[in-house]
Each structure stands twice: as structure tokens, then as C-alpha cells.
């Protein structure tokens, strides 16, 4: 089929939404690493937010299906695992919809030396604030939110529970 409309590749990729948080695009959240085009063919580069996202099928398949609907009908979709994916590739529009939406944000992410990355029983202290009333005042509840990469926590001011989006 051939490509009907002015719209690049790019900026349909760019648009479409992360299946476990739909308030934040793909480019939100930073994992479209590339999107290059040649005439209907489209390759587009991913990088997973962590290894073994479960929501990665859904992503190449939600990137292929908002391709299609814009004519394009060869797709490729790689993943790149190097470098891996940072909660620092986390815009700042994306970082505002996240507080928006009642999530809070991830810090910024821990920063690594080469060499081999220590191995600890217990969590990092993080700094969370609430995004309903922006308290400092707040608990963990579960390491584990609704997803691996988000955590569960509750304003000890406010006593609204919200899930953190982890620091990788």
C-alpha cells in the first residue's frame, strides 16, 4: 500500500502509547531509540524499559498496527539492548504526565562504574513525594506496584496510596 498522508514514520511512532501506562507516548518514556523510513518501509529500534518487560509484545504490536493504519506495511521492529534503557531517558513532558496522572516519577537513576554491579538484599532509599499533595511524608507499601517497574506507596499527610515509577 503506499503512504497516503504527510505523516512520517517517526512522528506515528512517536504518538503511540505505553500499554501499561497510557498516559506517557513510547516517546515519553524514551525507549524509541530509531525510526528509519525508505519509501513504505519502516525499521523502528526499541529499547526495553527493563529486561523481560512483558509489555514488549504489546509494544511492537501497538507500533505496527498505528504503522499500518497509516499505510505502511512492511515494519520491522528490532530491539537494542545496548546501552540499556534509564529512567533519565524519561522526558520532561513525560515526567509531567506521570505527576498528572497520580504516579510519582522516577529520581534520577543510580549511576553505575564498570565492573561488577553489587549485589544487595535490601531497596535503595529513595526520596518520594506524594503527587497528590506533594508531601515528603510518605511509606512504602509494596516493592512491587501493578508492574515490576513501579513500586506502592502511600502519603503518610495525605494517606492517598500511589504507585512510584522505580530509578533503573
Sequence with gaps: MRFATAVSALDIVSEVLDPEMPMVTLDDLGIIREVTQHDDAVTVTITPTYSGCPAMATIRDDITAALARNG????????SLQPAWSTDWITDAGRRKLVEAGYSPPGPAPRRTSGPIPLTLTIRPRAVICPQCRSENTQLVSEFGAT??????RCTACGEP???????
Design 72 to 79: 505502511f506495511d512492511d515494519v520491522e521492529i528490532r530491539t
Design 148 to 153: 515490576l517497574c513501579k513500586a506502592h506507596y
Design 162 to 168: 500511589f504507585d512510584h515509577v522505580k530509578e533503573i
